[in-house]
C-alpha cells in the first residue's frame, strides 16, 4: 500500500512548513506551536474526512494507512509517541477498519446499550477493550453507519 495520491502534496507541504517553523522559533514557542497544530488537524481531518465520508474495507484500510505511516511521523520528529496528539482519527481509524463480525457485535453492544439491559456489558467498556477511550458510544455508532460494507447490502 503507499500514500494516497492526493494527500501526497499535504503531507510534504506540513513537512516543509513545520521544518520552516522549527527553525524560526525557539524550542518552547514551536512545541506549542506544533502541538496546536497537531490537535486541531486531528479535529478537522476527524470532522470534515472522516464523519462527511462512507468507507468500505479498502477505504478504511487506506485512511489508517495514510495516518498512521505518513500524517503521525510527520509529528514523529518533535515527540516519541505523534499518534497520541491525533486521538480522534486514530481511534476513527480502528473502529472503521474493525472486521465485519467485531463491529456488528460492538453495535448491538452499543445499541442494546440505549436499551439499557443491565445483563449486557458496558458500551464504554467494551470500547476501553478495543482501544477506544475518547469517542463516545454515540461518536462510535455514527462511525459504523459510515460503513458500506455490512453483510447483506
Not at 18 to 32: E, K, V, W
Not at 46 to 68: C, P, R
Not at 103 to 122: F, G, M, N, T
Not at 132 to 152: A, E, K
Amino acid at each position: 500500500m503507499s500514500l494516497s495520491s492526493s494527500a501526497c502534496p499535504m503531507m510534504l507541504c506540513f513537512r516543509d512548513h513545520l521544518l520552516q517553523l522549527q527553525q524560526l522559533l525557539c524550542l518552547p514557542l514551536f512545541q506549542s506551536c506544533w502541538q496546536g497544530l497537531a490537535e486541531r488537524l486531528d479535529l478537522f481531518i476527524y470532522q470534515e474526512v472522516i464523519l462527511s465520508n462512507h468507507f468500505n474495507e479498502g477505504g478504511a484500510s487506506q485512511l489508517q494507512f495514510d495516518m498512521t505511516r505518513n500524517l503521525f511521523p510527520l509529528f514523529g520528529h518533535y515527540c516519541k509517541r505523534p499518534e497520541n496528539y491525533f486521538k480522534h482519527v486514530k481511534e476513527a481509524c480502528l473502529v472503521l477498519c474493525l472486521t465485519v463480525g467485531s463491529s456488528l457485535l460492538l453495535r448491538d453492544v452499543l445499541q442494546q446499550q440505549v436499551s439499557a439491559d443491565s445483563r449486557q456489558p458496558s458500551a464504554v467498556a467494551a470500547l476501553n477493550e478495543l482501544g477506544v477511550f475518547r469517542l463516545s458510544p454515540g461518536d462510535v455508532l455514527i462511525l459504523l453507519n459510515l460503513r458500506t460494507h455490512w453483510p447483506g447490502q
